[in-house]
């Protein structure tokens, strides 16, 4: 039986959802490096890296190159390096939103909704209505 191409995406997003494997990937983007380079550059145990190398090579996204007593890993094609870019690019779009979500909120609601002292409790500030039912109910 076939797996559906919707599964297939989601397994294939699953094998990317580690951030080891997307540091891999992303330290790969511009040629191929040796493990010893790989370690440096993302500080983990050789044999947590060993894994995560071996999940990328199982499923097909970069290939390993073995020149003598050095191992170094490549991307096995440039797509790879084109989803990084625009996951890149989705992400800076997301939070360039979220900014301009927060600066609306500050300019329409300049004072702080809740604060650490007790200006909740004064009597010029009057409940939400939902709390005012609640106190009447309680008193």
Known sequence: M?????QAKAEFFRMLGHPVRIRVLELLQNGPVPVRDLLSEIEIEPSN?????????????VVSIREGSTVSYALAGGDVAELLRAARRILTELITGQRELLAELQQADPQPAFSSGAASDAPDSPAPPVLRREQAATN
């Open 2 to 6: 076939q797996v559906p191409l919707y």
């Open 49 to 61: 890296l060993s894994q995560q190398l071996a999940v990328l090579r199982r499923s097909g996204i």
